[in-house]
């Protein structure tokens, strides 16, 4: 069995509004409600959903970009919030983040040499290794040292996101955490970037945590996907079985929609109405307004998410 690098535990993030009335309690963006998954070593994982339903609050959340409201993240078992000062700067060096938005993620102001140098200089490496060590990983993302004088504007999309995957590698990470990297990309430039990521993770035995709202990348991509909405996992399968055999019903209609899919086990399937708000989501089950299949029962009682076989979990009263 390989080893767990990544466990998450009951993960919830709230965020807290501003009062706009003494007489009223603040409300709250409940973009967390207690998601649990964790990653083994050489993985890539996928959690996959529409706009909103918290899958990028995971993201940062997991890598402490954002403080959590409740529950626990663990590296390779040991808990974040609880290790001492070495521990948590070897965490931070060793689960790296690629942002989806390189032009706002790379400082306009530096050029890719300083880009790439400044967490090095964080570090307190040397400068002449500094440098040495920037020239020579050029290579690994497949671009040419002619480039480190260069600042963003003046780097093509998929340049500037070779640029950011390499700052996250900069320092040697175990786990990359990667949100939407290639949804800002033009289709053929994606298929590039992401034959990149599966070499540099047979070649430097990366993990991957793989952010996205388009399933088929996530299909290409990744071991095992996890399907988020309205802050909840409701499904939790290998690739190929969610694939093959989708249970949830927002999975099946996610699925439904993909143009010139594999899964054509119904016709399209058209949900009703809009999300729900995460600021007043509905009781019971948050999917029941929008599902095709609801119960009585979906209205009034959350479903537990369980096993259904091996490996596969849904949160769904259907099973």
């Given at each position: 069995m390989k080893e767990r690098i990544l466990e998450i535990q009951d993960l919830t993030k709230h965020f807290r509004l501003r009062r706009t009335s003494l007489l009223r309690r603040p409300g709250s963006i409940k973009a967390l409600n207690g998601i649990s998954f964790s990653i083994s070593r050489g993985e890539s994982f996928?959690?996959?959903?529409?706009?909103?339903?918290?899958?990028s609050t995971a993201g940062y959340s997991i890598v402490g970009l954002l403080k959590p409201t409740?529950?626990?993240?663990?590296?390779?078992?040991e808990e974040v919030n609880s290790m001492d000062a070495n521990s948590?700067?070897?965490?931070?060096?060793?689960?790296?983040?690629?942002?989806?938005?390189?032009?706002?993620?790379?400082?306009?102001?530096?050029t890719v040499e300083w880009i790439l140098s400044e967490p090095l200089r964080a570090m307190g490496m040397a400068k002449k290794q500094i440098r040495n060590l920037v020239v020579d990983s050029l290579e690994l993302v497949g671009l040419d040292k002619d480039l480190l004088g260069r600042f963003p504007h003046e780097?093509?999309?998929?340049?500037?996101?070779?640029?950011?995957?390499?700052?996250?590698?900069i320092l040697d990470p175990e786990v990359i955490i990667?949100?939407?990297?290639?949804?800002?990309?033009?289709?053929?430039?994606?298929?590039?970037?992401?034959?990149?990521?599966?070499?540099?993770?047979?070649?430097?035995?990366?993990?991957?945590?793989?952010?996205?709202?388009?399933?088929n990348v996530v299909h290409y991509f990744c071991n095992?996907?996890?399907?988020?909405?309205?802050?909840?996992?409701?499904?939790?399968?290998?690739s190929e079985e969610l694939y093959r055999s989708p249970l949830h019903p927002y999975t099946q209609s996610l699925l439904s929609a993909i143009?010139?899919?594999?899964?054509?086990?119904?016709?399209k399937i058209i949900l009703e109405g809009d999300a729900p708000s995460p600021m007043n989501p509905p009781s019971g089950c948050f999917f029941h307004p929008r599902c095709f299949k609801r119960m009585e029962i979906c209205s009034r009682v959350k479903p537990r998410i369980i096993?259904?076989?091996?490996d596969h979990f849904v949160s769904c009263h259907l099973y």
């Open positions: 996928g959690i996959v959903g529409e706009s909103g339903c918290g899958k409740a529950g626990k993240v663990l590296f390779k078992g948590l700067r070897e965490f931070r060096k060793k689960v790296q983040l690629v942002f989806q938005d390189t032009s706002g993620s790379l400082n306009p102001r530096g780097l093509s999309g998929g340049q500037k996101q070779r640029i950011g995957i390499l700052n996250a590698l990667a949100d939407e990297p290639v949804s800002s990309l033009d289709v053929s430039i994606q298929a590039q970037i992401l034959n990149l990521m599966n070499e540099l993770q047979d070649r430097l035995s990366l993990t991957y945590l793989f952010i996205s709202h388009d399933l095992r996907i996890a399907v988020m909405y309205l802050g909840e996992i409701v499904e939790l399968s290998e143009p010139g899919g594999s899964y054509r086990k119904t016709e096993e259904v076989s091996k």
